[in-house]
């Protein structure tokens, strides 16, 4: 079964940069599609970005109000997804999870089924 | 961006009873629509995909249907275990937007 269990979240000051990981287990993490969602305070979830399979010309996607100051990596040996942050701001405050759709298939096909505990940040200074 | 909308975004229900959540979704998504419901301090977990599939394991007195671009979750027999939050995402392209959610409370 897959098995997702995020890490390194922390206080941070506006403007400074934060890398969460997420260990994945069940699955090969190369060529797997992999989605970060995080969930402000109260507030409903939000996409923030994706890594497809290495086989896309473009395999990482990402949300307007992240992209330029947020990149999606991966670490095939080690199994583990990374969330670079960096310029964050106070309104980037909030729990990130690692995510998985369900099945091996893509959020359209499948949904997102596998979710971990996620890992609160928090950016103020 | 596609634009999400829910409603009600509260309500309450008894025990046992039909309870009913809309989506409306801004554009045609083909059906590409899931469906999450988050308790009190959990990560949220998928119900229904693509507008009407059950997610493995999850309970059948929850369904999904769609009408053009209006999406409906009915939770056919409410239990207090389903206390939380519902929200939909539209899974038709990126950015794949949640809606703003639903909260669902015992009378």
């Known amino acids: 079964e897959v098995h997702l269990v995020e890490s390194g979240g922390a206080l941070v000051e506006p403007g400074g940069s934060l890398t969460v990981s997420c260990q994945v287990s069940?699955?090969?993490?190369?060529?797997?599609?992999m989605t970060w969602v995080r969930q402000a305070p109260g507030k409903g979830p939000e996409w923030i970005g994706r890594?497809?399979?290495?086989?896309?010309?473009?395999?990482?996607e990402y949300a307007q109000n992240v992209r330029g100051r947020f990149t999606i990596s991966r670490d095939d040996l080690k199994n583990i997804l990374y969330l670079e942050m960096t310029s964050l701001r106070p309104e980037d405050s909030a729990v990130y999870y690692c995510?998985?759709?369900?099945?091996?298939?893509?959020?359209?096909?499948?949904?997102?089924?596998?979710w971990g505990q996620g890992t609160p940040v928090t950016v103020s200074s | 961006d596609i634009q999400v909308t829910q409603s009600p975004s509260s309500l309450s229900a008894s025990v046992g009873d039909r309870v009913t959540i809309t989506c409306q979704i801004s554009?045609?998504?083909?059906?590409?629509l899931n469906w999450y419901r988050q308790r009190q301090g959990r990560a949220p977990e998928l119900l229904i995909f693509?507008?009407?599939s059950l997610e493995d394991g999850v309970s059948p007195r929850f369904s999904g249907s769609v009408s053009g671009t209006s999406f409906t979750l009915t939770i056919s027999s409410l239990q207090p275990e389903d206390v939380a939050t519902y929200y939909c995402?539209?899974?038709?392209?990126?950015?794949?937007?949640f809606g703003p959610g639903t909260r669902l409370d015992l009378k």
């Open positions: 069940g699955l090969k993490l190369k060529n797997a599609w």
């Open positions: 995402q539209q899974a038709y392209t990126a950015p794949f937007t």
């Open positions: 995510v998985h759709p369900s099945r091996g298939g893509s959020v359209a096909t499948s949904g997102l089924g596998y």
């Open positions: 554009q045609n998504i083909y059906n590409y």
């Open positions: 693509v507008a009407s």
């Open positions: 890594i497809m399979g290495d086989d896309y010309e473009e395999p990482r």
